[in-house]
């Protein structure tokens, strides 16, 4: 693992470029196919699914942190293709995950008749399809919790290539064979039971590339208690973050639906899902950086670790701050194109409540992803459980004195909190970020944004009509991006963004 800065950077910016596009790709072919699928397996069978794909998606994020903490573990290691210790590591946290899948899978089993018959409103004909569709589901978990783990080895060794090799098109088919129901007429339990098909069949993929690439673990099963009690004290902290974390991004329209109205629901959650793809950035960028950010903290690194993480705040301020300053002005406008007018009037406000939010809750992933990655997955964890009850306090209130904004506004006052407490206990640990985040100019490509959106306001109220404010916008845009070239990125980070976007010319080795 012995890398030049310049090496270092390129595998990085290829890394971040590589998990964008596996997050990008299943968006897009969703976009192409939903309509399809819902066609084709009518509003109660898509219905049916989607509660399938959310008890995939939520079951598979409770492995008791396993993926993050084998992850860490073996990133940890100088030299993991070498280490005696790393089969024993990997067998004992695939050995529990698989154990974890059996036990949730029995659960489902048992569960599946109450939860067909009388707790979802599916309609008589739907029963027994839908029983037979969650039936597959439990199946296919202990194979898919496997997979997650093994998934987290890749990640650590810097393989994002062969995890998006396999996740990538397992993704993209999960979409498609909802989509063929409709030529194929094909029920929603045949289409579940191929897209678990699909999905437990990587698990044998990722096994063999894991193989592939540490050769030790051929023929070295082995188990052990102390590792297994080691994987698990981190990741309880994890699991006890993926339960709660959900219960904090929905609990805002639980409550709109009880105080409001349904229709007040749709009002909110359609503005939140427009700002929400904004995190697939700080998500892919993330996700590449943990494992560096794991090495590094081992090591003592502690000055890399700190760059690092400033250079991460500052990767993620500029593009999401654009779009999250472009969502500001332009509010009303986006929501009349893309739904109509009475979206505009009523949730306008809204959605820039939220475009601010979505920086504010970007930027938080980095000091989040820190804590876990340094041996304090404790941290975030304590830090949501905080936040619940007042998180409650704050929407119950604002949401009865302002209805849809005010509940916004209570959002947006929780990721505020919860980014000054993630960012000021990783301050605590690596003090000097802050000084990091002004050498790289940090606060400087905070105020050109501020004056990008400044302008871009002042544009929209001055120009007469949407499209050619839209063209000056276009312009503003140019002139910040120069600006950001020639004043705030340094060397190393003009490399990154030459490598991720393949430019060919040489850069002026002046910052």
């Not at 004992?92 to 089993?109: E, K, Q, R, S």
């Not at 404790?378 to 509940?407: C, M, N, R, S």
């Amino acid at each position: 693992m012995n890398r030049t800065d310049s090496t270092q950077s390129q595998t990085l910016a290829k890394n971040v470029l590589l998990n964008l596009i596996g997050m990008l790709v299943p968006i897009i072919a969703g976009f192409v196919c939903i309509p399809f699928a819902v066609k084709g397996l009518g509003d109660d069978g898509f219905g049916i699914l989607s509660i399938a794909w959310i008890v995939l998606g939520y079951l598979t994020m409770l492995d008791f942190g396993l993926a993050k903490a084998i992850m860490k573990f073996i990133a940890e290691r100088p030299d993991p293709w070498q280490d005696s210790d790393i089969p024993q590591l990997i067998w004992t946290a695939v050995t529990m995950a698989f154990i974890t899948g059996l036990a949730a899978a029995g659960i489902i089993i048992l569960v599946t008749p109450h939860l067909a018959v009388s707790l979802l409103k599916i309609e008589p004909e739907y029963i027994s399809d839908a029983e037979r569709a969650f039936f597959y589901v439990a199946l296919s978990l202990p194979f898919m919790l496997v997979s997650t783990s093994l998934r987290g080895v890749l990640g650590a060794l810097q393989r994002f290539d062969l995890v998006n090799a396999i996740q990538v098109p397992v993704s993209i088919l999960s979409i498609v064979f909802p989509a063929l129901s409709l030529p194929f007429g094909w029920s929603v339990s045949t289409v579940v039971l191929l897209i678990v098909i699909t999905r437990s069949s990587a698990f044998l993929g990722y096994l063999l590339l894991c193989i592939k690439q540490l050769p030790l673990l051929r023929g070295k099963f082995r188990w052990n208690w102390d590792v297994l009690r080691k994987l698990l004290a981190y990741g309880g902290w994890i699991t006890i973050t993926g339960v709660i974390s959900p219960v904090l991004v929905y609990l805002d329209r639980f409550l709109i639906g009880t105080m409001i109205s349904m229709t007040a629901v749709t009002l909110y959650a359609a503005p939140y899902e427009a700002v929400n793809r904004l995190r697939i950035l700080p998500i892919a960028l993330m996700r590449t950086f943990f494992p560096e950010f794991s090495a590094l903290s081992s090591r003592g690194n502690n000055a890399e670790v700190e760059t690092l993480a400033a250079r991460s705040f500052k990767y993620i301020l500029f593009p999401v701050g654009v779009v999250a300053m472009i969502l500001l002005v332009f509010a009303p406008d986006i929501l009349e194109l893309w739904i109509g007018r009475r979206f505009a009037v009523e949730a306008s406000t809204v959605l820039r409540f939220f475009s601010v939010g979505i920086l504010v809750n970007s930027m938080a992933y980095v000091p989040f992803n820190l804590l876990q990655s340094v041996g304090r997955p404790d941290l975030p964890a304590k830090f949501h459980l905080l936040e619940f009850p007042i998180y409650l306090v704050l929407l119950w209130f604002f949401t009865g004195e302002f209805q849809i904004v005010g509940a916004a506004i209570a959002w947006l006052l929780r990721v505020i909190l919860d980014l000054l407490l993630q960012f000021s206990w990783a301050v605590k640990l690596y003090p000097g970020i802050v000084k990091d985040l002004s050498r790289r100019r940090v606060w400087h490509e905070g105020g050109l944004l501020l004056v990008f959106g400044a302008l871009l306001y002042l544009l929209r109220i001055i120009v007469n009509g949407l499209f050619p404010a839209v063209a000056g916008g276009v312009v503003l845009l140019g002139c910040l991006s120069v600006a950001m070239w020639k004043l705030i990125l340094d060397y190393t980070e003009k490399k990154m963004v030459i490598s991720i976007f393949r430019i060919k010319r040489t850069v002026d080795t002046r910052a």
